[in-house]
């Protein structure tokens, strides 16, 4: 069928595509075919496998042989076993696989059948590598650290196991905080990914292996790589483990069912890939990851049901949430989430008021309708390696959220210290300034004070009104005045900024705001009718912002203010991904408002009588279909050994090998107070990833060059 006249190659691909985007570039790209269960299908040249499915709004990729339920993503990130899909007849992680032309993808039904032994192919030597530094993992902590010793011409081999380098920040489309000199504060994450990727490539001692895994360290202190079909030896005389974090799960009734996942997956769907899952989604946690992916929704056209934060206030950066808050987003705090409900997959979503007990209180429930519901309760270290490397006493060092869970500009600094750690080791003479360690410590650092705005009347015609009210470390806004008008309140980038001085109405403070917490009043715009004028930072679509449109306007965290008029917008001359926005308003209530309402809150409906938390039946260990209840009967039966529970009821038996399960078996531990000094962790072995057996043996395809 011939394609109609001004349609896009994209727009005949489905509606799951992201046609268009306020910050990301949607460009055309070749398409391939493939079949999965026999029926043809499209992707894009490069996709991985579940990203092609989702695209052609396939979520449910099999079921399980234990007891049939429907297996969709959790990680998108190739730490747990959720997407595991036939490929060509082997099973696989479908995150992890890039779809090539013809291939042949098929649901796990049952478990798939082994290769006869005339199919196997003959051993091969397994290929060596020596180097002076391997880098495991490409995020902002492995690159900064590969510069470092890049700088000094040490041989340095960083492998990372996508097939691009950035790590997290290819996923991040918002601009950064911290400090604008020293980790690029003011620039978006997709772009810091360039900007680092290619000072990477000025160096020859480096030498990059992507689409690589490291799969296992040994203790004749070597490292074992897989890439593609082929396993390769490592011998360095130092290890970086840069490997960034995994999402940590939640234990709920229906916690399982796809179209439950983490808030990182979803980024990598949307931000990554370009794929639009959900029309609805609801978001679990108030952290800077919650927060921020909520605002990325939002961004693409997605409605933002709500969010559950159990604490009693969200944990994230202010800003974050505010921002939530003047677009429409409900935030429940003090609230947890009940259960999900559908049949195939995710329809319905419970959620509950909880006590100073985080017990759930009867009488609070509300039922919301979603199709998804992202799980962002914190991050944990992907740090197993490193304890293998140390155990087999290999020099290692680790850097980023491997070593501990912080923002990304707090990885920057870290490889960066790192990096320098470990080339004084090799004996080159390297200094480490003071102040980087100062710097880095800010950087981790969590939210400080916060404060009442403070929002001064002068006699001025146009001035910044800057609702940045907690200490974060951020400083790009006293940095791009061009009349040093806006100073930090003291020495540290953890300070408020504050406006004293001129003002020239240019709004680089206004386009340069990683919080978008500063907008440029006018207040006496239209003397006759008493109207002030409000200059306003804007990062969504902009096809509604038409001159003359009323807008229902907010203050800074989302409460109703009045009404105002859109009088101009125009694109920032420092983030062409900004708009500026102007706005008029009655003067009486200009000081009040922060921005305009975009979705139209839901209250939901009452729901079922809230139960246990964590219902015996509610899946623990998704890969084997371990529920708590079978969990308990072991701790009941005195089991404090988590390895007897592998050998007992086979937690931690999966594709995952522990990764999604472990914390919430001690979980279950401390609920039952048990103390978990008495409980032994399970034993971690090589391999940390899984690795078939004939890759293993050197029987993959041939080649393949560091």
Same mark, same amino acid.
């Given at each position: 069928?011939?394609?109609? %006249? ?61 007891? $049939? ?12 076993? &959720? ?140 490292? $074992?790589? &897989? ?5 390769? &030896? ?13 999402? %940590? ?17 979803? &980024? ?14 609801? !978001? ?9 992916? $909520? ?22 950066? %202010?800003?974050?949430?505010? %921002? ?38 009867? $009488? ?183 001159? /003359? ?99 007992? !009821? ?52 041939? /080649?393949?060059?560091?």
């Amino acid at each position: 069928m011939s394609r109609a %006249k001004g349609e896009s190659k994209q727009a005949q691909s489905g509606g799951f595509r992201v046609l268009s985007h306020p910050i990301l570039a949607v460009v055309e790209r070749p398409e391939i075919s493939f079949t999965f269960n026999g029926n043809p299908m499209k992707a894009y040249e490069g996709e991985v496998v579940t990203t092609a499915l989702f695209a052609g709004g396939v979520q449910v990729f099999g079921h399980h042989p234990r007891d $049939g339920s429907p297996q969709g993503i959790f990680c998108a990130n190739g730490q747990c076993s &959720q997407c595991t899909v036939l490929v060509d007849g082997l099973p696989v992680k479908g995150c992890m696989v890039p779809v090539r032309a013809g291939m042949k993808i098929g649901s796990c039904e049952g478990s798939p059948a082994l290769p006869a032994d005339d199919d196997l192919p003959a051993f091969r030597e397994i290929p060596a590598i020596e180097t002076d530094v391997l880098i495991i993992g490409g995020g902002p902590a492995g690159i900064n650290a590969a510069i470092e010793l890049g700088l000094l011409g040490a041989k340095t081999l960083v492998v990372d196991d996508k097939n691009e380098f950035g790590g997290k920040l290819t996923l991040q489309t918002h601009t950064f905080f911290g400090s604008r000199d020293d980790c690029y504060a003011g620039t978006r994450g997709i772009e810091i990914a360039r900007i680092l990727t290619h000072q990477l490539e000025r160096f020859p001692s480096v030498s990059v292996m992507l689409g690589t895994t490291a799969v296992g360290a040994f203790c004749d202190k070597q490292v $074992g790589l &897989q890439q593609g079909g082929n396993y390769f &030896q490592v011998k360095p005389r130092a290890v970086l483990v840069a490997c960034g974090a995994r999402e %940590k799960n939640l234990a709920f009734q229906g916690c399982d069912l796809p179209g439950v996942y983490g808030a990182g997956a979803f &980024q990598t769907l949307l931000n990554r890939d370009l794929v639009r899952p959900t029309e609805r989604l609801f !978001i679990v946690g108030g952290g800077n990851v919650g927060l921020i992916t $909520g605002y990325h929704a939002i961004q693409a056209g997605i409605k933002v049901v709500g969010l559950v934060e159990a604490l009693p206030r969200c944990g994230g950066y %202010k800003v974050h949430l505010d %921002k939530l808050r003047r677009l429409g987003v409900p935030i429940h705090t003090s609230h947890t989430i009940l259960r999900a409900e559908g049949a195939e997959k995710l329809e319905r979503i419970t959620i509950a008021g909880v006590d100073g007990n985080f017990k759930p209180v009867a $009488g609070t429930e509300r039922s919301y309708r979603v199709d998804t519901l992202l799980i962002a309760v914190g991050l944990s270290p992907v740090n197993e390696l490193y304890e293998k490397l140390v155990e087999y006493g290999i020099e290692c060092y680790k850097a980023g959220d491997a070593e501990e869970i912080a923002e990304a500009s707090a990885a920057i600094f870290s490889g960066k210290i790192t990096g320098r750690k470990i080339a004084r080791s090799l004996g080159y003479e390297i200094d480490i300034p003071d102040e980087w360690n100062s710097t880095a410590a800010i950087l981790r650092s969590k939210p400080g004070r916060t404060a009442q705005p403070d929002l001064p009347r002068l006699e001025r015609r146009v001035y910044p009104l800057i609702r940045c009210v907690q200490e974060i470390p951020c400083n790009p806004c006293a940095d791009s005045c061009p009349r040093n008008s806006i100073a930090l309140r003291g020495d540290s980038i953890m300070n408020n900024p504050v406006f004293d001085g001129d003002c020239i109405g240019c709004a680089n403070c206004v386009a340069v705001c990683p919080g978008l917490a500063i907008g440029l009043i006018m207040p006496e715009y239209d003397a006759e009718s008493k109207t002030s004028l409000l200059v306003l930072p804007y990062e969504l679509d902009t096809k509604d912002l038409a001159a /003359g449109r009323r807008v229902e306007t907010v203050d800074m965290e989302g409460n109703a203010v009045g009404v105002g008029t859109i009088v101009a917008f125009r694109t920032s001359n420092i983030d062409a991904k900004r708009k500026i926005v102007s706005i008029e308003v009655p003067a009486d209530e200009a000081y009040s408002v922060a921005g305009f309402a975009v979705l139209v809150p839901e209250a939901g409906e009452s729901g079922a009588v809230a139960a246990e938390p964590v219902p015996d039946d509610t899946i623990i260990c998704r890969c084997e279909r371990i529920t708590a209840g079978e969990v308990r009967g072991e701790i009941r039966a005195g089991v404090r050994d988590m390895n007897i529970l592998k050998a007992t !009821i086979r937690t931690g038996m999966g594709a995952c090998g522990g990764k999604t399960c472990t914390e919430l078996i001690l979980r279950l531990y401390r609920e039952m107070d048990v103390d978990l000094s008495e409980v032994t962790l399970p034993t971690n072995r090589p391999f940390t990833a899984e690795v078939p057996l004939g890759v293993f043996a050197g029987a993959g395809s041939e /080649g393949g060059e560091a």
